[in-house]
T-cell receptor, first 111, second 115 residues
Framework: EDKVVQSPLSLVVHEGDTVTLNCSYE??????LLWYKQEKKAPTFLFML????IEKKSGRLSSILDKKELFSILNITATQTGDSAIYLC???????????FGPGTRLSVLP | NAGVTQTPKFQVLKTGQSMTLQCAQD?????MSWYRQDPGMGLRLIHY???????DQGEVPNGYNVSRSTTEDFPLRLLSAAPSQTSVYFC??????????????FGPGTRLLVL
C-alpha cells in the first residue's frame, strides 16, 4: 500500500527558530516527492523533488530528498508567524500525476 | 486567468441525495484530479483525468463518478450522499512543463456536509 508518513504531526516554535519537518514514503514506482503549504483551504506548491541529495531552496525554505532511505525533509530557517500553516508532503506514484499525501505537519509560530 | 475554480463553496446534503461538484480550469491543463481532505488523513485521491474523454479511479473512488467531456471541466458527482462523504473536496490541475518545473494548482475547495 502506498503511504506517506509525516512527523511531527504538530509543532509549536517561536519566531526566529529553525524547524525541520520530516516525510517518509513508501510509494510504488516512485516519481517525485512534493511539499505543499496549506494555510486556509487549498495547498500551495512549495517544492518538487526527484533526485537524491540535491537541495532545493526558496528563500528561508529548503528541502532535500533521500531516495535510498525513502525520506525527505523540509527546513524553515528564521521562522516567522506567516509560516504558521499545515505542511503537506506527497509522493507521486505509478509514474503518473497521482499522489498519496501524508497527514500534514501543523506548524505554529508564536511571536 | 482564473486558475482552478470550484462551485459551490459549501453544501449541505441529506443522506441519499445526489449532487455534482463543479471544477473548471482555464490553463489548458491536461491533468485534473479530485481529492478529499479529512482531518488527520491528508489529501486522498478520488478520481483523475489525463485528458478529455479519459478518467480513472484514485484511492477512494467509491460513491463518486466523474466525466471529462472538455479539457476545462471535471465535475465530480455524488450518486447517493452518505455521512462518510462529509469532507472538504479539492480539485486540482496540472501540466507538464519540464521535470523540475511541474506545479499542481488547487481550487479553493468545496466543504460538504452530509446529514
Amino acid at each position: 500500500e502506498d503511504k506517506v508518513v509525516q512527523s511531527p504531526l504538530s509543532l509549536v516554535v517561536h519566531e526566529g527558530d529553525t524547524v525541520t519537518l520530516n516525510c517518509s514514503y513508501e510509494v510504488t514506482n516512485f516519481r517525485s516527492l512534493l511539499w505543499y503549504k496549506q494555510e486556509k483551504k487549498a495547498p500551495t506548491f512549495l517544492f518538487m523533488l526527484t533526485s537524491s541529495g540535491i537541495e532545493k531552496k526558496s528563500g528561508r525554505l529548503s528541502s532535500i530528498l533521500d531516495k535510498k532511505e525513502l525520506f525527505s525533509i523540509l527546513n524553515i530557517t528564521a521562522t516567522q508567524t506567516g509560516d504558521s500553516a499545515i505542511y503537506l508532503c506527497a509522493g507521486e506514484y505509478n509514474y503518473g500525476q497521482n499522489f498519496v499525501f501524508g497527514p500534514g505537519t501543523r506548524l505554529s509560530v508564536l511571536p | 486567468n482564473a486558475g482552478v475554480t470550484q462551485t459551490p463553496k459549501f453544501q449541505v446534503l441529506k443522506t441519499g441525495q445526489s449532487m455534482t461538484l463543479q471544477c473548471a480550469q482555464d490553463m489548458n491543463h491536461e491533468y485534473m484530479s479530485w481529492y478529499r481532505q479529512d482531518p488527520g488523513m491528508g489529501l486522498r485521491l478520488i478520481h483523475y483525468s489525463v485528458g478529455a474523454g479519459i478518467t480513472d479511479q484514485g484511492e477512494v473512488p467509491n460513491g463518486y463518478n466523474v466525466s471529462r467531456s472538455t479539457t476545462e471541466d471535471f465535475p465530480l458527482r455524488l450518486l447517493s450522499a452518505a455521512p462518510s462523504q462529509t469532507s472538504v473536496y479539492f480539485c486540482a490541475s496540472s501540466s507538464w512543463t519540464g521535470e523540475n518545473q511541474e506545479t499542481q494548482y488547487f481550487g479553493p475547495g468545496t466543504r460538504l456536509l452530509v446529514l
